[in-house]
């Protein structure tokens, strides 16, 4: 296996480090390689995608808010998916009202979100919380305006101060704080609990969420995300170990609480969107395409750190 190496001029900037220059190839060491080999298994067929979008050589596939427009689906009884095929919100019905996670784009509001709450059955008045995984102006883009309409909105405490800090995204503005989020403290929403977990390394307040979702007669437990790094040559060799414990961190969380729906807010790389048309093509009784099950979900996240540590080795050579 060959990898591109940079023979770099770097720049530091406040979002991680910019790297230009000429490229020349080198190879992965007996090291490296063998760290891909025991990814690649841990992947096999069903995680394939991920393997291939993390261990890429100078991955720079990033979310973009011209990506395709998804089909707006119930995933799941209570549970449904909005938004693009890079960027999506999903939305949890509970007894007291809509939770969404994230709120997509704020200039994308009138195009995407509402239109596709809509389009679900779902009245966009009865949201009454918008938790946001992290203080990105893509996932918090449209919370402003249900806080303004009596919604609450939560994140961690560090992502409320980064968001604080930032300069205004053009037209959009942020939600003003509200409910800060606090590893292991569940946010309950009359019949469902959702328990957030601390995931620093995309931003310092990245969490991902753990909550029961209903399928016929029975209760799952998801689990998504909220803080996927993309495009890793943004990140620092610190910023990169941080992410490592992170994801190795959620994995620990999540192998305990038995989560077995696997969903994310940038779905590029979990077979997003097979699973969308398995699920638009499923028969009365066939499984979920979006359950993969404990043992799977820790595959998947195997796959993450493994393909992270690849990342950061390929930096010493």
Request: glycine fraction near 10%.
């Amino acid at each position: 296996m060959k990898r591109a190496i940079l023979i770099v001029a770097v720049v530091v900037s406040g979002l991680g480090r910019t790297v230009i220059g000429q490229e020349t190839t080198k190879p992965d060491s007996p090291e490296i390689r063998q760290i891909l080999d025991k990814t690649k298994a841990t992947a096999g067929s069903e995680w394939s995608e991920t393997f291939d979008f993390f261990c890429a050589m100078n991955p720079t596939r990033a979310n973009r808010p011209d990506d395709p427009v998804i089909e707006p689906a119930k995933v799941l009884d209570n549970l449904y998916v909005i938004g693009r095929t890079s960027t999506a919100v999903w939305a949890v019905t509970t007894s007291a009202g809509i939770v969404l996670i994230d709120a997509g784009y704020g200039d994308q509001l009138e195009s995407v979100l509402l239109p596709g709450m809509k389009k679900l059955g779902l009245d966009p008045a009865q949201v009454k919380y918008v938790i946001v995984g992290h203080g990105h102006a893509d996932h918090f883009g449209g919370a402003a305006y249900f806080q303004q309409r009596g919604a609450r909105v939560v994140l961690a405490g560090p992502d409320w101060d980064l968001i604080e800090k930032s300069p205004a995204a053009g037209p959009v503005q942020p939600p003003k704080r509200d409910v800060v989020a606090v590893e292991g403290q569940p946010i309950t929403i009359r019949d469902v609990a959702f328990t957030p977990v601390m995931i620093p390394g995309h931003t310092p307040g990245s969490m991902g969420l753990i909550f029961p979702v209903k399928d016929g007669r029975a209760t799952r437990i998801a689990g998504i995300f909220g803080g996927s790094i993309l495009t890793p040559g943004r990140l620092t060799n610190e910023g990169l170990k941080q992410y490592i414990d992170s994801v190795n961190h959620w994995a620990e969380v999540t192998k305990r609480m038995k989560v077995e729906v696997e969903i994310q807010n940038h779905p590029m790389y979990d077979n997003f969107l097979t699973k969308l048309d398995r699920l638009k093509q499923r028969k009365p009784g066939a499984p979920n395409p979006f359950v993969v099950g404990a043992e799977s979900y820790q595959h998947f996240l195997g796959v993450m750190s493994g393909c992270t540590t690849v990342q950061l080795m390929r930096r010493s050579g």
